[in-house]
């Protein structure tokens, strides 16, 4: 600093202090222009700590002053802006707390929308760099709800990206990318564009590419970013942690030297991670007790420490020091758990609101849980076992509730590619509990854990679905939230057409603008306390409650799978059983051959592999009849390989015959499912069916589009023939008339063609008439059926080819078309699973149909359709030809069963013969008491 600038500037100090000794209170025009110098000191382009603390001084004596004038236009205007500013001052000094006391005081002299706006978003953003996340949410959601009426670009480049990053903390790294996307857009658009702050948001969408794991994604923008030379701590944090997550570690820690640890403290604890998983432990120790002796000159924050801690843990853990590590990740977890704050050992949060790096404290549990159960190994002793099985439970609601906050599916189902080992451990945890203390419930706590997670998406919409539906109505910001829904999806489509960069560009910035506007509609949605509560409960039935589900000739059997075997439980009305087959690498080799088998079988050739078909009847489907055998109707759940499996199709005795023969079958994705099951009424024959056959006449090529050609079905249209209600053939089966009239019937029937796209699901469609000839005009794609409302459709019936088949996503089942028609509301769907004989299936389906009609019920019906069809077509016996077809969902019947005529001729003949002997017997009471009074 010049000495004639701090000459000038001691005056100015100095004539401050004298005005404020002047006797007298000063005018409001005199409080005026000392504001006005101090707004010239705020903006000095070269402003120093010593300018600042000047201009600090003055807007807090303008302040005093202003008191005695509340009420004033002028005064509450300077109150405003110098309370605003005092806590911009503040927050560059890291006096967060200050800052946010000068933001909420402004707010209480706001003058417009802009300023009142300005003050969430400061507020917020002050909140979040003190850790208050749930004021820091209060304050800027409520700012996004409004942000149409926030007319400064800057005001909402920094809302977005706040949001970005609190999203980001809260480890919905899809959200964030969005909102810094939308941030991004915004800042570009503004001219002259201002470089830094587009560097400083891209840096924050890679560090969501890192997390998202596609660090080759976020290396790009780091190696691009390097080049200006802005940010470069940060920067150079960001690609050393990006590098040794693909286990570059040498380009990593050559990053990680060139970040200043007095600005990025937090990165000793990533050169000791670094070196860890290098296998250089004693370069780990060095710096993570580096960090520790610099901890207070560094001014660390608690999400370091918490980090440290998690670190000095899994250094413990690898030198088997149990104990040690123990005592670490309790550390961690009290650091990031700020509503828990228990010592001891065996004790875990149980609430996570107001938690902060949910993921990274979700990793210190599953890590605390594995430090128990090498604790166990050396002791043997149950009760670290328990300990164990207490931490995993602890992460299962940690992930459940990080689901739950969830917005996105697409953020929900990354989490469950993160979250399906710890089911796994916990699982295991509780069979080797259930073998040391066989009376405490531990076999049905393994059932609950595996059954858990599954479809536990699916369920939550589901949930949602019937607790909005109560009233029989939905209100608007219900119709919103599935048109935004249903606006996504239809952009997920448009990128299906082969456009080009600008337009694919163009299409993600107005689909991110859906998603944010979606997640504001969904916390609307939340501000209902009776939702919330909904919500967030969990509420998975118990095994009792499960069986009094059941009738007395129904077994549920679900399905899962571990690494080495395949456990299976089977409950029925009165019992609860588990299978443990410890062979379960060779059971699912010997399934994928089944699989291939029935996709590639030609016309009249039986699966003659012997050694196959012993193999899984001994293995697999024998354990199972030991328990089930006497059970006609099974509801199975599977897992992983097994929903590629048409379970009757696998031979039910030493012959090979069939399952199907002594059993009828249904799938669900999850066995909470069937407390819906049945609750429907029956309905009486009636025009109840929507049938499409858009194909009959014509095929249609699409092979520009990158779809194929899809070819004529001749024998669509005799499928839908014979079914009550509307239908609509070639040119008329268009997508728009399904769309129009989906939930105004109970049976909806599809004759057409799909496409099942196993790597991306969005890339999925059925087939309508080509009315428009864009495909996403006419073709329905896998995104769009989430967003329909099907709540009055009783049944979905897809004879086109693999709607049950899709990308396996862990936990949650197939992204199939079926998942698809059960999340939209319909509750059940016949799909297939393969490319079968479209003859075939048309005579299956019309015999289903024919038995549904007749009440029975849609499992019992589908059997006995199969069956008819295996004995009228001796050829055709191989089950390639007729397993294709699975019903998923609620296997119960649509329609009351008629009484036969003869049982009701039978009946009246009944009623006849007594009616006569009745009147016999009365006629001879009566002469018997005549002829005695002509006696008397």
């Known amino acids: 600093m010049s000495g004639k600038f701090f000459f000038v500037l001691v005056s100015y100090i100095c004539l401050v202090s004298f005005k404020q000794q002047e006797p007298g209170n000063p005018t409001l025009k005199q409080i005026q222009s000392q504001y006005n110098r101090a707004d010239h000191l705020y903006n000095l382009e070269n402003a120093t700590s010593a300018t600042d603390s000047a201009c600090i001084l003055s807007l807090k004596t303008v302040i005093s ?7 004033s236009h002028l005064a509450d205007s300077l109150m405003y802006l110098s309370c605003y500013k005092l806590g911009v001052l503040s927050e560059v000094y890291n006096q967060f707390a200050q800052a946010t006391g000068y933001y909420l005081k402004a707010r209480n002299y706001a003058l417009n929308k802009d300023q009142f706006y300005r003050i969430y978003i400061f507020a917020g953003a002050g909140y979040y760099k003190q850790n208050n996340f749930d004021s820091a949410s209060y304050f800027l959601l409520h700012a996004e709800e409004n942000a149409d009426s926030i007319r400064s670009s800057e005001d909402r480049v ?46 924050n969408m890679a560090i969501c590419y890192y997390k998202l794991d596609l660090f080759e994604k976020a290396l790009e923008i780091y190696q691009e970013a390097s080049k200006h030379k802005l940010l470069t701590d940060p920067l150079n944090m960001n690609m050393g942690m990006a590098y040794s997550r693909i286990h570059k570690y040498t380009e990593a820690l050559s990053a990680f030297r060139k970040v200043n640890i007095e600005i990025v403290p937090g990165v000793l604890n990533e050169m000791a991670r670094a070196a860890l998983e290098d296998g250089n432990k004693d370069s780990a120790i060095a710096w993570l007790t580096q960090y520790n002796q610099k901890k207070k000159l560094l001014h660390t924050n608690a999400l370091d420490d918490g980090v440290n801690a998690f670190y000095l843990g899994n250094l413990a853990l690898s030198g088997r020091d149990p104990n040690a590590a123990l005592s670490h990740y309790q550390k961690a977890i009290i650091l990031f758990s700020q509503n828990f704050s228990d010592s001891n050992q065996r004790k875990n949060p149980s ?3 107001g938690s902060f790096a949910y993921f990274t404290l979700f990793d210190v549990l599953i890590k605390k849980a594995a430090a128990w159960e090498m604790l166990y190994a050396k002791t043997l002793s149950a009760e670290n076992l328990k300990s164990a099985y207490d931490t995993y439970q602890s992460a299962i609601s940690l992930i459940s509730y990080i689901e739950k906050s969830y917005e996105m599916d697409d953020a929900k189902i990354f989490l469950k590619q993160k979250s399906g080992e710890v089911y796994l451990k916990a699982f295991s945890v509780s069979l080797m509990l259930n073998k040391i203390l066989p009376r405490e419930h531990f076999l049905e706590e393994a059932f609950l854990i595996s059954e858990k997670n599954k479809a536990s998406v699916m369920a939550a919409q589901l949930k949602e679905i019937n607790f909005l539906h109560a009233g029989g109505t939905e ?6 939230e599935r048109n935004v829904r249903y606006n996504i999806a239809r952009l997920n489509g448009k990128t299906e057409e082969g456009l080009g960069m600008k337009e694919i560009q163009k299409i993600n910035e107005e689909k991110s603008g859906y998603e944010t506007q979606l997640a504001g509609l ?20 118990a095994v009792s409650v499960l069986q009094n589900k059941l009738s007395s000739d129904q077994a549920l059997i679900s399905l899962y799978n571990t690494p080495d075997a395949v456990c299976i439980f ?11 087959l410890d062979n379960g690498i060779a059971i699912r080799q010997d399934l994928v051959s089944w699989i291939q088998n029935l996709q590639s079988v030609e016309s009249g050739r039986r699966i003659q592999t012997k050694e196959l078909k ?9 354990p199972l009849l030991e328990i089930a055998a006497h059970k006609e109707e099974w509801i199975i759940v599977p897992d992983g390989l097994f929903f590629q499996i048409p379970m009757e199709s696998l031979p039910g005795n030493s012959n090979g015959n069939a399952l199907i023969e002594d059993h009828e079958i249904s799938y669900e994705f999850s066995s909470r499912f069937l407390m819906s099951a049945g609750k429907t009424d029956t309905y009486p024959l009636q025009k109840s069916f929507l049938s499409f056959a858009p194909f009959s006449k014509n095929g249609v090529n699409l092979e520009k589009e990158g779809m194929g050609y899809l070819e004529k079905l001749p024998n669509s249209k005799e499928e839908i023939d014979e079914l009550p209600g509307k239908e609509y053939v070639d040119e008329l089966a268009t997508k728009s008339a399904f769309l129009e009239n989906l939930n105004r019937f109970q049976v909806v029937h599809l004759a057409t063609h799909a496409v099942t796209d196993m790597n991306d699901p969005s890339a999925s469609f059925i087939a309508f008439s080509p009315l428009t000839g864009r495909p996403a005009e006419d073709l329905l794609f896998l995104d769009e059926v989430y967003g329909l409302r099907m ?48 003859r075939s299936t048309a005579i299956i389906l019309k015999k289903f149909y024919y038995y549904l009609r007749k009440g029975y019920s849609k499992s019992s019906a589908l059997r006995m359709a199969k069956l008819d069809f295996i004995n009228e077509n001796p050829l055709f016996r191989n089950p390639a030809y007729w397993s294709h077809l699975v019903l998923t969902g609620d296997p119960e019947a649509l329609y009351k069963k008629k009484q036969p005529w003869i049982w009701v001729a039978l009946g009246l003949i009944f009623s006849t013969i007594l009616f006569l002997v009745f009147q016999k017997k009365k006629e001879k009471k009566v002469d018997g008491f005549n002829s005695k009074k002509l006696d008397v």
Request: some cysteine.
């Open 570 to 580: 089977v409950i029925t009305k009165s019992a609860f059983d588990f299978i443990h």
């Open 158 to 203: 920094r809302l977005f990206n706040t949001l970005g990053v609190l999203y980001f903390d809260n480890g919905n790294f899809l959200q964030s990318k969005n909102y810094f996307t939308h941030a991004l857009y915004l800042t570009q658009d503004k001219k002259p564009v201002d470089e830094f702050n587009v560097l400083s948001i891209k840096l």
């Open 614 to 622: 012993n193999f899984l009847y001994g293995n697999l489907v024998k």
């Open 522 to 541: 969904r916390r609307k949605l939340e501000e209902n306390q009776s939702f919330y509560k909904m919500k967030y409960s969990e509420d998975f039935p």
């Open 475 to 480: 209100n608007e910001l219900i119709r919103k």
């Open 791 to 838: 709540d009055n459709c009783q049944m979905v019936v897809i004879s086109a080819c693999e709607t049950g088949r899709g990308k396996l996503e862990t936990n949650e089942g197939v992204m199939s078309f079926a998942r698809a028609f059960l999340y939209a509301g319909c509750p059940s769907t016949i799909n297939t699973l393969w490319k079968a004989d479209d």
């Open 65 to 71: 002053g202003l008191n005695a004038f509340h009420g």
């Open 351 to 353: 609430v996570f609101n």
